[in-house]
């Protein structure tokens, strides 16, 4: 995994302005994001060094125990958000390095057809995170302190079993050791996540089948699902919309970020098994999950949050049996229970 991510970066190349319509729309899409107060105060925290306390809490698994030294950071430190918006106005799109596979196909694709559309989605998620791994780079750690001591505290001296080389992380995505750019790679997984409302993913086997890619986010809010979870076309379209608009166009007001996960997106996908169903942007980024893992999360139970699959079940049972307590009617149950009986007699009778 470590080659193949080394190799994927190394072949990494700049999408330069070709005078392309392609080029022209991908440009004004990712400065309609940049332009966002959200993407703003996400940049900010990064050149801060350290998330508020709001924002390091705001994850599925924080990881944060006791009196965390991260709750006296309730805001940005001085300067950390005057830098960002200094970044946002210099930024040159040259610096960023993409995948040149990426830059071919979306520059190949008709303007306006399907595979434009997921093309430019796929840039721009790419794009939001090679700049957050850039201004982790940079390292300008604004931050008035000292950033190793909240981000290593631990409640117990011998405690590291929730050490991490940042607190700007997705829970999902810790692999710095296999990422092209290391911990950067972190910082971008969670920038992504911070902007957009989950890692943007994709179904490569009906890509590789010849079929369009449904589009995944894997989240790491708090309060949210754990799981990959497939955008609705409405939610496509909205933000497809946002990203194409002209400046000046009402489009442009309606800005769907983040996109987060509601009732209505039932398709998902256990994170355990995405790799294996090939639910991913790059094959490297999260390690395959060994048999110990497997069986833990099997072990697990399942709420209606998560796998919104059960409200559906229990839907079903409650318009086949529209009684209050949702039991099937009494003559059911007496034929069952004198099933259940004929049942055990004739497992006396076997017995004997």
Same mark, same amino acid.
């Given at each position: 995994m470590k080659q193949a991510a080394r190799t994927v970066g190394a072949s990494r190349v700049p999408f330069t302005d070709n005078g392309t319509e392609h080029y022209e729309i991908f440009s004004r899409a990712l400065k309609k994001v940049l332009s966002t107060d959200l993407a703003l105060e996400t940049y900010a925290q990064i050149i801060d060094g350290l998330p508020t306390a709001d924002i390091a809490y705001d994850r599925r698994s924080p990881g944060l125990f006791g009196d965390h030294p991260i709750e006296e950071h309730e805001e940005l430190c001085p300067g950390a958000v005057? =830098?960002?918006?200094?970044?946002?106005?210099?930024?040159?799109?040259?610096v960023l390095t993409l995948d040149p596979?990426?830059?071919?196909?979306?520059s190949r694709a008709p303007v306006g057809t399907k595979a434009f559309c997921l093309r430019l989605l796929e840039l721009i998620a790419s794009s939001l995170h090679e700049i957050a791994a850039l201004l982790h780079q940079l390292d300008l750690r604004l931050h008035h302190g000292d950033i190793e001591a909240v981000t290593n505290w631990v409640m117990e001296p011998d405690d590291v079993a929730h050490l991490r080389p940042t607190l700007l992380s997705h829970v999902l995505y810790m692999e710095h050791e296999v990422y092209p750019n290391g911990v950067a790679d972190m910082?971008?997984?969670?920038?992504?996540? =911070?902007i957009i409302g989950g890692v943007t993913v994709f179904d490569r086997r009906a890509e590789e089948a010849g079929a369009f890619p449904n589009i995944y986010l894997a989240?790491?809010?708090?309060r949210t699902t754990n799981r990959y979870w497939q955008l609705l076309d409405d939610q496509q379209q909205a933000l497809l919309k946002f990203l194409v608009a002209e400046d000046g166009d009402s489009e442009t007001a309606n800005c769907p970020l983040p996109i987060l996960c509601t009732d209505e997106n039932v398709e998902r996908v256990s994170h355990q098994f995405a790799i294996a169903r090939q639910v991913y942007r790059d094959i490297w980024e999260r390690r395959p999950p060994t048999k110990e893992m497997l069986r833990f999360y099997a072990g697990r139970p399942q709420d209606a949050g998560d796998y919104p699959d059960i409200n559906q079940l229990w839907e079903a049972i409650e318009r086949q049996y529209p009684s209050t307590s949702s039991s099937p009617p009494a003559e059911e149950v007496s034929e069952s229970n004198n099933t259940d009986q004929?049942?055990?007699?004739?497992e006396r009778g076997d017995q004997r």
């Open positions: 005057e =830098r960002a918006k200094e970044f946002r106005e210099s930024f040159d799109i040259s596979q990426l830059i071919r196909a979306f910082v971008g997984y969670w920038a992504e996540d =911070r989240p790491n809010r708090a004929s049942e055990e007699e004739e």
